[in-house]
C-alpha cells in the first residue's frame, strides 16, 4: 500500500530508473509529488485580439489564410511565418526557430496559438501551437533538464491516482481555519494541482500561502524565545549618569521617538538576555547619534562596540562623527582601503582594547582582527551584508549584543514579518527643524524648467546630482545615459558651474 514515503518507483507505470530523474528537483517520495506545487498557470482560454493589452501573452485562434514559410538566416536561425483570420481581423504569426511546426499549419485549419501579443504590427510571436485545449488553465511547475512538464504531471497525477491524498494530515488548528475561512488542507492541495476553476485555485493558494507564512513566524517565534531565555548574553551594565551627561552635551534635543528607541535599547543591553535588535528610521531621523549613545554605554562598561557599514566614505563618515562626539575616547578606523601601516597600527589597538569604539567595512570581520572585549556590533545598512557577513560579525566577540539599523522604511506589520526573531525600534520622528523632503516627477518636455530652477539653487552654492540608467549608449536601451548627459549639462552651463561625471 502506498504511503506518503514511499519511493516514486512504488507508483503505477514507474520504476526505479523513471524515479530517478525526479531527485533533480529533490523529489523522492509520493509525499513530495503531492507538496510540489507548480508556480503559476498559463491561462489556455481563447481571447479576442480586441481584449488583448499589448505584450500580453494570450491563446487565440483563428483560420489559417496564408501557407506557412519558414526562411532561414544565420546559423540555426531561422523565422516560420503565416497568418490567420479571426473574425474580420488578419493577424501575422511568428515563430522562431520552431521548423518542425510548418506541417502542423494547413491552410483553411482551425488553429489555437499561445504567445506574445504585438498591438502596432497587428501580430504575433508564437511560443506553441496547441492542437487541443483540454482545460482552460494549465499547471507550470519548475522542471529541470532531463524533466518535462509532461512526465512531472504524469508523476502527480499517478501519486494521486494511489490514494496518497487520503493520508495527507491537517497542519492547521480548526480555529484558524474558521477565522480566516481556510481551504482543508487535502482539499488545497488538489487544488493546487488540478482546480476546477481560477476561483478555487485562488482559495487553494490563500490557504497554502497562509499555512507557509504562518509555520515561518512560529519558527521565528521560537527562535526569538530561545535567543532571549539565553543566559549567555551579556548583561552590559552601563553607567546611566555618564550617559545622561553625554546626552546633555549633545548640540541638540533627543525627540520622543529617539529617546523611546535608547530606552529600548539599553534596557536589551542590561539584561542578561541576548540583544537582537533593529533600529528603523528615515534618514536624518537621527538613527547614528543613537547608536552612538548605545557604543557609549559600552564604553561606560568596560567593553568595546564596533559599527560595520557597507562603503569605505560612510565608515569615513562615521568615524569623524564619533569623533566629534566623544573626543576623550580612542575612536578606530578600519578599511580595506588603509594603508598597511596605519592598518597595523587599528588592529594592534583594537587586540589591545585601547581601542574603546571601532568603525570599519566588512573589515571588521576579516581573520586578521581580533577584538579584546567586543560587547556591542552594530550593522548600518544592515541588508547591504550577508548572512554570513552578519553572522561572522556576531561570533568575534564573546556572543556580543547586536543592533542594526536600516533607512529602508518598513511597515511595522511587514517589520514583524520579515524581522520576526528580531526586536523593532523605530523612530518615526524627524529632529526639530528639520526641513521636509519634496519629491517632484517632471516630463521631459519640462527640462528647461528644471534647468532654471537648477541655476537658482547654483547660485546659491547648492549641489546637484543626476543619476541616470546608463553610463554609454546602448542599443538595446533606448534610455538616457550618464555620457550624453554629462555633456548637454555642459554645454547648458557653460561656465557658470562645474559639471563632473562619475560611473562605475
Known amino acids: 500500500m502506498i504511503q506518503l514515503d514511499s519511493p516514486i518507483a512504488d507508483l503505477k507505470g514507474f520504476g526505479p530508473k523513471s524515479a530517478e530523474k525526479f531527485t533533480k528537483l529533490d523529489l523522492y517520495t509520493v509525499g513530495d509529488l503531492l507538496l510540489y506545487f507548480p508556480f503559476r498557470y498559463e491561462d489556455f482560454k481563447s481571447k479576442s485580439i480586441f481584449e488583448l493589452m499589448d505584450g500580453e501573452k494570450a491563446v487565440i485562434t483563428g483560420t489559417v489564410v496564408t501557407p506557412a514559410n519558414v526562411q532561414y538566416y544565420g546559423f540555426k536561425r531561422n523565422r516560420l511565418s503565416f497568418k490567420i483570420k479571426q473574425g474580420e481581423a488578419v493577424i501575422a504569426i511568428s515563430f522562431f ?68 491524498l487520503n493520508l495527507l494530515e491537517e497542519s492547521l488548528p480548526q480555529m484558524l481555519m474558521d477565522k480566516y475561512r481556510l481551504m482543508g488542507r487535502q482539499e488545497a492541495v488538489r487544488a493546487m494541482h488540478f482546480p476546477k476553476d481560477l476561483a478555487e485555485y485562488k482559495q487553494a493558494l490563500r490557504r497554502t500561502k497562509f499555512e507557509e507564512l504562518f509555520y515561518f513566524q512560529m519558527n521565528l517565534q521560537v527562535l526569538k524565545a530561545e535567543n532571549k531565555s539565553e543566559t549567555n548574553g551579556l548583561a552590559i551594565t552601563y553607567d546611566e549618569s555618564k550617559i545622561k551627561a553625554k546626552i546633555a552635551t549633545l548640540p541638540f534635543p533627543l525627540t520622543e521617538a529617539q529617546e523611546r528607541s535608547l530606552s529600548e535599547i539599553l534596557a536589551d543591553m ?80 583594537i587586540e589591545s582594547g585601547e581601542a574603546q569604539m571601532i568603525v570599519g567595512t566588512h573589515s571588521l570581520i576579516q ?41 529602508t522604511p518598513i511597515p511595522r506589520t511587514l517589520a514583524i514579518t520579515a524581522f520576526g526573531e528580531m526586536d523593532v525600534s523605530i523612530i518615526d520622528q524627524m529632529p526639530a527643524g528639520r526641513k521636509p523632503i519634496i519629491t517632484r516627477w517632471v516630463k521631459h518636455e519640462q527640462l528647461d524648467t528644471v534647468l532654471t530652477w537648477i541655476k537658482g539653487e547654483l547660485e546659491k552654492d547648492a549641489q546637484v546630482y543626476f543619476i541616470s540608467p546608463l553610463i554609454e549608449e546602448s542599443e538595446a536601451l533606448d534610455l538616457k545615459n550618464a555620457v550624453a548627459l554629462h555633456q548637454e549639462l555642459t554645454d547648458f552651463f557653460g561656465d557658470s558651474a562645474t559639471v563632473a561625471l562619475m560611473h562605475g
Open 367 to 407: 581573520d586578521a582582527v581580533t577584538y579584546h572585549c567586543l560587547g556591542l556590533v552594530i550593522t548600518d545598512e544592515q541588508h547591504r551584508f550577508g548572512v554570513n557577513q552578519r553572522r561572522i560579525f556576531r561570533e568575534k566577540g564573546d556572543n556580543p549584543d547586536v543592533l542594526m539599523m536600516t533607512a
Open 97 to 164: 526557430n520552431q521548423p518542425y511546426l510548418v506541417d502542423k499549419i494547413e491552410m483553411g485549419a482551425e488553429v489555437a496559438i499561445f504567445g506574445k501579443w504585438d498591438q502596432k504590427k497587428s501580430a504575433v510571436t508564437g511560443m506553441k501551437v496547441l492542437a487541443q485545449v483540454e482545460d482552460d488553465m494549465q499547471p507550470v511547475y519548475h522542471v529541470a533538464q532531463g524533466v518535462s512538464q509532461a512526465q512531472l504531471i504524469k508523476a502527480i497525477k499517478a501519486a494521486f491516482d494511489s490514494g496518497a
Open 270 to 349: 542590561k539584561s542578561g538576555a541576548h540583544m537582537n535588535r533593529l533600529l528603523q528610521g528615515d534618514v536624518g531621523s537621527g538613527k547614528t547619534v543613537i547608536a552612538s549613545l548605545a557604543m557609549y554605554g559600552a564604553y561606560t562598561a568596560g567593553l568595546q562596540s564596533a559599527l560595520m557599514v557597507p562603503t569605505e566614505i560612510l565608515a569615513e563618515q562615521h568615524y569623524q562623527s564619533l569623533q566629534g562626539l566623544f573626543p576623550e575616547l580612542e575612536v578606530v578606523l578600519l578599511t580595506s582601503g588603509m594603508k598597511a601601516a596605519d592598518k597595523k597600527v587599528a588592529l594592534s589597538k
